[in-house]
């Protein structure tokens, strides 16, 4: 059951706290004239008002645990440009596990929402499954990529890159902990992100009443 209430204001203190945090990683870093550190921070601090901002312009009501995750996913991944990341044996583990569980919860909401918003479409729990592992995969992929074209393009213009690479074999561990975030969400959490995604299809089935 989705909470409310005093859950919702104790979320939304704690989302806050994740930006308070956030805006204090950012003055350190413009302090110690970190880019890496500057740029994380701010890219960190932007996501964490975009459930805000779906609630807010396209009236998604959201499941306040969700920005909780979200800010304190995206916290830690931005205190880890400070050293943790080189330091901390499992620190890049931990941050790839809860960014891909983050991916999953949006790629399992999201097909949940298409599968309960159209009555000519069946999707299978097992083929849900191993879609959103695949999904989740992907991305990570994606990400990976993205990693290595800006850390070359820093290099071509002679700046510092914001993100490091460790080689191939980081890499293809960086995608196992992307596997257990998604099997993590598929396996236990697919109750509390069958919730959202209804209402995700009650989005869907008021946007398609106000363009009928």
Do not use: C, K
């Amino acid at each position: 059951m989705r909470p409310h209430g005093a859950w919702r204001r104790n979320a939304t203190l704690l989302t806050r706290t994740a930006q308070v945090g956030l805006v204090g990683v950012f003055v350190v870093g413009m302090t110690i004239r970190n880019v890496s550190v500057v740029l994380n921070a701010l890219l960190a601090l932007g996501v964490t008002f975009l459930p805000a901002v779906l609630e807010r312009d396209l009236r998604i009501e959201l499941d306040p645990r969700f920005s909780v995750y979200l800010g304190f996913a995206v916290f830690l991944h931005a205190v880890g440009m400070f050293q943790f990341y080189d330091e901390v044996w499992w620190w890049d583990h931990l941050t790839h596990t809860l960014s891909a569980s983050i991916v999953a919860v949006v790629g399992y909401a999201t097909v949940w929402a298409i599968d309960s918003h159209s009555d000519r479409l069946y999707l299978p729990r097992p083929f849900v499954m191993v879609f959103v592992l695949a999904f989740t995969l992907a991305m990570g992929v994606f990400w990976e990529v993205l990693e290595f074209v800006g850390r070359e393009l820093a290099i071509a213009l002679d700046l510092d890159p914001v993100l490091v690479l460790y080689g191939l074999d980081d890499t293809m561990l960086d995608l196992v902990f992307n596997l257990a975030g998604a099997l993590v969400v598929t396996l236990f959490g697919t109750d509390a992100v069958r919730e959202q995604g209804e209402e995700l299809a009650a989005w869907l089935d008021r946007r398609r009443r106000e363009t009928s």
